[in-house]
């Protein structure tokens, strides 16, 4: 791994304990998550300018009016989803810094991450080529129509916010799966989507803020 940002001190390894603990206190209990949360560095994926910040639990502005999600929802929204089992093949809408996707790719044995934004995805691809990320796979896509050709997902993440839940995703969700998602606009809260055989069950969790899920690439 290459030690871009080092030698400015939050680099370490004590800074990115004092996340994992604060990460406990807020209420994370899946010891797997935290894990994958302490192995990835946060600071690659964030601005210099920024990278003080990067172990601060807070969004943080990733370019072209995106934010890379605070800590906790990245570490929240995983384990609802991974809800104590281990993941096969997941699929993220929303790479952004590729950030979430790093982590993911701690916890599933395939992942991969659609991004609209066509420079966020090419930055997103050199962060984790630097970090030797092997099984997460990028896409330059409109995450609304999902992954066809490689679903079924039994596990699905989106990092915008979408007034309802995209038809297709729900398709390619697998039985047994599990989807987590921010809905709603103004007002948002966390849902989670179980795949059952006999359909589907919608579970509404805590209040949120995403940006938005926007429709065609850029
Ligand atoms: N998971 C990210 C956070 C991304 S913020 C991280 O760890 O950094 C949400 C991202 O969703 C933005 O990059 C935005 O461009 C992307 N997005 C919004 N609508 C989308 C769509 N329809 N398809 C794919 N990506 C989309």
Do not use: W
């Not at 800074?15 to 604060?22: A, D, F, H, P």
């Amino acid at each position: 791994m290459n030690v871009r940002h080092s030698g400015i001190g939050m680099t370490s390894q004590r800074t990115r304990n004092r996340l994992i603990e604060r990460l406990r206190v807020q209420g994370i209990q899946d010891e797997m998550v935290l894990a994958a949360m302490n192995a990835v560095p946060r600071h690659i994926f964030i601005d210099e300018a920024l990278s003080s910040r990067a172990y601060d639990d807070v969004s943080l502005p990733l370019g072209f009016g995106q934010t890379i999600s605070q800590p906790y929802i990245v570490a929240r929204m995983i384990e609802i989803m991974r809800d104590g089992s281990p993941l096969n093949r997941v699929l993220e809408i929303g790479t952004g810094c590729g950030y979430q996707a790093a982590v993911l790719a701690q916890l599933a044995r395939e992942v991969y991450s659609v991004e609209r934004v066509k420079p966020l995805y090419e930055r997103a691809a050199s962060y984790l080529k630097e970090l030797q990320v092997a099984n997460a796979t990028l896409r330059y896509a409109d995450g609304n129509t999902g992954l066809p050709e490689i679903a079924p997902f039994d596990g699905i993440i989106m990092a915008a916010a979408a007034t309802h839940v995209p038809q297709a995703l729900l398709e390619q969700l697998a039985v047994g799966g599990r989807m987590v998602l921010p809905l709603g606009a103004q007002e948002q809260y966390l849902c989670l989507i179980e795949r059952h055989a006999q359909g589907y069950r919608e579970t509404r969790l805590e209040a949120v803020r995403f940006v938005p899920l926007l429709m065609g690439k850029a």
